[in-house]
């Protein structure tokens, strides 16, 4: 063989192993992905059930079920997953949906409820400067709200207040996302799907 020849030879098969490193390693999975065709961000998707609302959030500080009631107020069967996260964390949509009410609930603090089919998705303990209105049509992993802040002033009726009497999102120790689930009005444990 002659000498170009096996340079050529050594270069193609180099340019072989680099494309190959590079989809293995580099190129992320795009199946399933979601094109936003509006401006509303998307961060993910799953084509195959319910996406995670916090991104990058997993730990659970109070499960589904019976419980310690954490604060005055706050129910001893607790009807959801507490998550916590920073104020402003970015929460998102589970699946595509409309979202059906939006304003203060009580213990839940500010609140979202994303429903669909048989389904109401409540995200509790939100910031008061929602993003969606009541009637807005939401695409799973879209980004719906924000963790909101342990304190809120001005709310009419909120008889939710911490030991220094500051009026807290509800019944509420610190910044969380409450995530409930109910099919047909029923509570269920929201681990059941995810």
């Not at 595509?96 to 994303?114: N, P, S, V």
């Not at 009541?134 to 709200?145: A, L, R, S, Y």
Request: with cysteine.
């Amino acid at each position: 063989m002659s000498f170009i020849f096996k340079i050529f030879r050594l270069i193609l098969v180099f340019i072989i192993f680099l494309v190959l490193f590079i989809s293995i390693f580099f190129i992320p999975n795009i199946e399933g992905s979601y094109i936003p065709t509006n401006s509303s961000e998307i961060i993910s998707f799953n084509p195959d059930g319910f996406v995670w609302p916090l991104p990058g959030y997993t730990r659970i500080s109070s499960y589904f079920g019976k419980r310690n009631s954490p604060t005055s107020g706050a129910s001893s069967s607790h009807s959801g997953i507490d998550i916590p996260a920073p104020q402003g964390t970015k929460f998102i949509a589970v699946a595509d949906g409309e979202i059906t009410f939006r304003q203060f609930l009580g213990a839940g603090g500010y609140t979202i409820t994303l429903s669909f089919s048989n389904f109401r998705i409540t995200y509790c303990h939100c910031d008061p400067n929602f993003i969606v209105k009541v009637g807005d049509q939401v695409k799973q992993g879209q980004v719906i709200g924000h963790v909101g802040p342990k304190y809120v002033y001005g709310v009419p009726g909120n008889q939710y207040s911490d030991s220094t009497g500051k009026p807290t999102n509800g019944a509420t120790t610190g910044c969380h996302l409450h995530l409930g689930i109910r099919i047909d009005g029923k509570y269920q444990n929201p681990l059941d799907f995810f």
